[in-house]
């Protein structure tokens, strides 16, 4: 059964960084495509951030230049350097991977991320 299970989350202060994992487990592909969303209360899931095989990536407008993602191809592991937090970054983080052939889409139970003011 594959699994993605993310790591790293918590409570920081404003200006503070954070630094998610999520590792693959349990398949035989590689993951193609990998990216991080994030669900706000009372908000729907929005991309953050999101990178493929050969690193091409992709960021929401909100957290452009303070938000890095990247990924361990070996390990099917994608990571998302968070910095200078702001408290409208709290949300539930959540791990996407696809793979393309066959299509599989996978996500992962979330991390929560909280940034007090």
């Known amino acids: 059964q594959v699994q993605l299970v993310e790591s790293g989350g918590g409570l920081v202060q404003a200006g503070g960084s954070l630094r998610l994992s999520c590792a693959g487990s349990g398949t035989i592909y590689s993951f193609n495509h990998m990216a991080w969303y994030r669900q706000a209360p009372g908000k729907q899931r929005e991309l953050v951030a999101s990178?493929?095989?050969?690193?091409?990536?992709n960021y929401a407008d909100s957290i452009k230049d303070r938000f890095t993602i990247s990924r361990d191809n070996r390990k099917n592991t994608v990571y998302l350097q968070m910095n200078s937090l702001k408290p409208e970054d709290t949300a539930v983080y959540h791990c996407?991977?696809?793979?393309?052939?066959?299509?599989?889409?996978?996500w992962g139970q979330g991390t929560q991320v909280t940034v007090s003011s």
């Open positions: 996407y991977a696809e793979v393309w052939i066959p299509p599989l889409r996978y």
């Open positions: 990178i493929t095989t050969g690193g091409s990536t």
